[in-house]
RNA sequence: GGAAGCGUGGCGGAGCAGUCAAUCGCACCAGACUGUAAAUCUGGCGGCCUAAGGCCUACGUAGGUGCAAAUCCUGCCGCUUCCA
């Protein structure tokens, strides 16, 4: 269950609890995404000095492998990665659009039809057909915390008259995912874990069709309401005018979790005050992978909280050469073992050498970074 | 002492008369990344001019042949291998 803890008197932020079948977590949050049953670079450990309360992985990618049904069988995801607080699973919705962009390699890796998708594993090229039900069951059998619903994901460029089709799947979709849960739920196979059910807000850019999901996805017994799209968090300005739009219509009671959001820390700012409890970014974790960490003072005054940094996009490159003899931290203020312990010229060493130590103090970097902007926030409200 | 071969941009290594400021790889420099097909991808990488484009200096070195040379010839310097 959501709890409202206290509610911004300036603004629409809010501090909530989370209660799930692996205890709770504090909202606003940021949900590190571990796709494969990892955070890439780091472990537990380093994520529970982080402070992260609960992160992410994928449906899609766990039944490709190893499958969901041999990580059931050692004991649940939670045992499986040694992570024993919240976990949330996207459905495999995002892969279907993210495969479809092919973006490199082949093209004709998805076909969707209402019923379910079928995708051809980019692993070895075999087929894989995933429905609505499928997912949950999926998502079910890994005993994941929060269960996402299987939709489509809309692209950006979607004309209206697509975005109402593919709308009205996603919508379809949301009703079989929320059926397949609630039975499940009553299967003694899958009692103990209780997962939460969230349904997925589509409708691309236009507002009216966001509306019209919301409205529709707030009749059905979710747990959560999510915003996605290409849109959400690709597209700052549109997102936060989307969720200005439909602000009035999302259920109080419900945490509301935008996905694929939080590219840079001035997004989460933005959101947060909007209204937003919780959401996940690969970018944080795979632009420190690529040699961009988060840099700048978190400044917090009377009417704002924002962020004051001396390098573009609030973040340094720790390959440019002017960091080659620099002794500094990656961000002074920064409170996180990489900081509290290596230099931008150690850093850069290691980058400069394909250092694997590189990986995972660069990510646990950016991922306290987002947290210790998050706790900021909640302090604020 | 004799014989053969080789010297190309930071490195390795193509090119063997014109379309060569010189393929490619590495290194280096810069940029991108958003519910992760991502420890990935893109671009730049002799100098000067704002750019299309142009000019200058460059393939060990000094000369030579040719309309034209990194490419052919000669001397020199250096390196490698083989024989004594």
């Known amino acids: 269950m959501f709890e409202i803890v206290k509610k911004s008197k300036k603004n629409r932020a809010r501090l909530g609890k989370m209660s799930v079948s692996h205890g709770f977590f504090n909202t606003p949050v940021f949900m590190p995404p571990g796709t494969l049953a990892t955070v890439k670079a780091i472990g537990p450990d380093d994520l ?3 402070e992260a309360e609960i992160i992410l992985v994928n449906a899609y990618h766990l039944h490709l492998r190893p499958g969901e049904k041999l990580i059931h069988d050692l004991g649940g995801v939670h045992k499986f990665m040694a992570w024993p607080s919240p976990i949330l699973s996207d459905s495999g919705g995002f892969q ?3 495969l479809a962009q092919a973006k490199r390699g082949n093209s004709n ?3 969707v039809t209402d019923d379910g998708v079928k995708f051809k594993s980019p692993l070895d090229g075999s087929s894989i057909y995933i429905t609505p039900e499928k997912s949950v069951e999926i998502q079910h059998t890994l005993g994941t915390d929060i269960v996402m619903c299987f939709d489509e994901c809309l692209s950006d460029k979607a004309s ?4 109402v089709r593919s709308l009205e799947r996603t919508n379809q979709w949301a009703l079989r995912c929320v059926k397949r849960h609630l039975e499940l739920l009553k299967n003694p196979m899958y009692t103990k874990y209780q997962p939460k059910l969230f ?3 589509q409708g691309g850019i236009y507002a009216d069709l966001r509306r019209e999901a919301v409205s529709y996805l707030s009749e059905l017994p979710f747990d959560g309401l999510a915003l996605g799209g290409e849109t959400i968090g690709y597209n ?5 005018e989307l969720l200005d739009e439909i602000k009035d219509m999302i259920p109080e009671k419900l945490p509301l979790y935008t996905m694929g959001l939080g590219a840079s820390p001035q997004d989460a700012i933005d959101v947060v005050k909007r209204g937003v409890d919780m959401f996940d970014c690969v970018n944080p974790a795979r632009i420190a992978r690529h040699g961009q960490l988060y840099n700048g003072r978190i400044v917090v005054n009377k009417t704002e909280i924002k962020i004051d940094s001396e390098f573009k996009g609030d973040c340094l490159r720790i390959l440019n050469e002017r960091f080659k003899k620099d002794s500094k931290p990656i961000d002074e203020d920064c409170d996180c073992y990489t900081c509290s312990n290596f230099s931008r010229a150690y850093l850069r060493h290691l980058y400069l050498n394909q250092e694997t130590l590189y990986l995972r103090l660069a990510t646990i970097h950016n991922l306290r970074y987002m947290i210790r902007l998050i706790h900021a926030l909640r302090e604020k409200i």
Not at 160 to 163: C, R, T
Not at 236 to 240: A, D, E, G, I, V
């Open 236 to 240: 700052m300005p549109k997102t936060l």
């Open 109 to 111: 890796l998805v076909k």
């Open 96 to 98: 279907v659009w993210s």
């Open 160 to 163: 209206h008259a697509q975005a």
């Open 199 to 201: 349904g997925i807000i």
């Open 48 to 50: 529970k000095l982080l």
